[in-house]
């Protein structure tokens, strides 16, 4: 069994929070310089970037975990990924038919720009990204379950956007796969212990809008290969282990 490192909430240039350096390139680049192997794309609900990533990581060895970050109407976030293109596409449009009909501000929001692997600008996404759809965060767990993926509530101790902020505490019986918790999770004992009771893997990524945060938080898997099978595996089992001391 080896081990393999990963940071799996990573924002493109595509997310309207993302630094306009954070495209593709620069992030399999750092990457790289991060001994990285595996990354998650995870863009504000949009899987635009994922397959142009893919297709520049998989020259050097890292596998892409292709996804996003969804915003549920409770407003709090999950990752959510999967392996095959169609159903790749099938949340995309699953995604598109949920939208907030807001459009994006670039002047107060930031830019949504889709972008190719010599970085040229594509697209140019309308509608406001980080708006949150219309789907609750049951709905989009038993759809990314239903298409054989993996739901991870994100950042769950974060002030704003998470299951606790938004609930006020992590239903006993969600249907997730891990745990997401974020570098500041040490001033928050009481989410921790909350998250350790409920027996899921627990996950800590760098949540990069930044090309110089990547790979600053990860998780170390343990598997028998680099394959998103063995993700799920590892997840199930617990076979992870965080940058963090918790």
């Known amino acids: 069994m080896a081990t393999y490192k990963a940071d799996l909430h990573i924002h493109t240039v595509l997310s309207p929070c993302g630094d306009l350096d954070m495209s593709p390139k620069n992030i399999v680049a750092k990457a790289i310089e991060m001994q990285l192997n595996i990354i998650g794309i995870t863009d504000h609900n949009s899987t635009l970037h994922c397959n142009v990533t893919e297709e520049i990581a998989k020259e050097h060895g890292i596998l892409v975990l292709k ?85 991870i509530p994100a950042h769950i101790d974060k002030k704003t956007t998470s299951i606790t902020s938004q609930l006020g505490f992590i239903p006993p019986d969600l249907n997730a796969d891990a745990l997401e918790v974020s570098a500041h999770i040490q001033k928050n004992p009481g989410i921790l212990k909350m998250a350790k009771a409920l027996g899921l893997s627990l996950i800590a990524n760098s949540d990069a809008h930044f090309t110089n945060q990547i790979g600053s938080v990860y998780t170390n898997f343990f598997m028998e290969d680099l394959s998103f099978g063995s993700i799920k595996t590892a997840l199930k089992n617990n076979q992870v282990q965080t940058s963090l001391a918790i």
């Open 67 to 151: 996804g996003a970050e969804v915003t549920t109407k409770e407003e709090l976030h999950c990752l959510v990924f999967f392996e095959k293109e169609s159903q790749l596409s099938k949340l995309q449009k699953y995604l598109d038919e949920n939208m907030s009909d807001i459009k994006n501000d670039p002047e107060t929001f930031g830019f949504q720009l889709v972008v190719n692997k010599n970085e040229e600008i594509i697209q140019e996404v309308d509608n406001l990204l980080i708006s949150a759809i219309s789907q609750s965060l049951n709905q989009l767990e038993k759809f990314t379950h239903e298409n054989d993926g993996i739901f």
